[in-house]
């Protein structure tokens, strides 16, 4: 039977401690943005659905556009570098758009010039992140430290969502947005303080497209990996509008506004935390097939707005589609970075990421416009279907559902290199 006091053991690697804080300190401020950005734009004088659609996609574009150029990166620079940079550049990001929704009002051409900013930050962090990981633990503690950054993760979220929705209502969004441009410049200042050895970095001598290249054959030859990104990619579309724009819409018009939302949004992370001690303990045999069947109760928080539920089962099922993401994140996380070879794990995450995202704009800018035409509620009950079907054909790849795991294997020492091998 797995144990969690083991799991504890890794909280006294300095070099995890600090990844671990970071992480948490940066999730706190992304937990603050979905509520204030969201109820901030439509607070906005003369802001519509289709305003905040706009604003949404101008984050999400660029997070798509560079994210193989974050891979590349993170891949020939020292990580936590590439990640200390990331968490700056939200820093600044949000700290433009709390400038922008203090002062009353601001051109939506320069919210979204903020937004994509905050877009490019992301595409920096995402490839970076996947990759730290394997270069602070040993593989046999891959799983775990997956687990336990997700659990410091996700209690951020709950308390940033929370503390989010109170702020939005009594204080306004850009005090919300100014908490979380602080929080980013912390987290960023923490990985500053990482020191990691160069034994991931990729050859600088070769081109871009090369690197490129081969990352995309590292991708690429794994049926598993490239079938669940394309179910993502159609996912995600559905979820952004759903999540983004509909569910937000559907909260101010009926469940009370930004405080609702904040409550559903605080039940998904808190199902997050579950999921994340339930993840832990998981060692399936097939961990591809588990994690894709987990995916299906994501459907149930839309399908209950689309049919004007009650506040309290909305709750429930975000809390449930909760648990279930994180059981896969674990799954996905560790089966990446044990499957991908290290010195390539950054631009393969980065494939994952851009395939899994890259239609996900498409979806925040067709949301709005479909509220408008069709109606809210109609247009969840249509994202609710596209993500079912998109699961269901996933499941119909026989790499998905025989992918097995190469043994694990000790790995090297992580203790904290020598002062002549560490990167200052």
Known sequence: ??????????????????????????????????????????????????????????????????????????????????????????????????????????????????????????????PALTGIIPDVVAPTRLQSANALIGLGSNAARVTGLVASGAVVVFVGAGWALVGSAVMFAVAGALVALLRLDRSHLADRSSSVISDLRDGWREFSSRSWLWVVVVQFSVMVMALQAAHGVLGPVVAKQELGGAGAWSVVLAGEAAGMIVGVLVAVRLRPRRPILVATLFTFPATLPYLLLGASAPLWSVVLAAFAMGVCFDIFGVLWQTSLQREVPPEALSRVSSYDALGSLMLGPIGLLIAGPAAVAFGAHPALLGCAAIMTLTTALALLSRGVRDMRPRPESPGPDTTPPAPAEVIA
């Open 1 to 126: 039977m797995h144990d969690y006091r083991d799991d504890l053991t890794l909280l006294r690697d300095r070099r995890f401690a600090l990844l671990l804080a970071a992480r948490t300190v940066s999730m706190l401020a992304s937990s603050f943005a979905p509520v204030a950005l969201a109820f901030g734009v439509l607070d906005l004088p003369g802001a519509t659905p289709s305003t905040l659609s706009t604003v949404l996609a101008a984050e999400a574009v660029p997070l798509v556009v560079f994210m193989l150029a974050g891979g590349v990166i993170a891949d020939r620079y020292p990580r936590h570098r590439v990640l200390m940079t990331g968490e700056l550049f939200s820093a600044a990001a949000f700290s433009l758009l709390a400038t922008m929704l203090l002062r009353g009002g601001a051109p939506v051409l320069a919210l979204c010039g903020a937004a994509a900013l905050s877009g490019i930050a992301m595409a920096v962090v995402w």
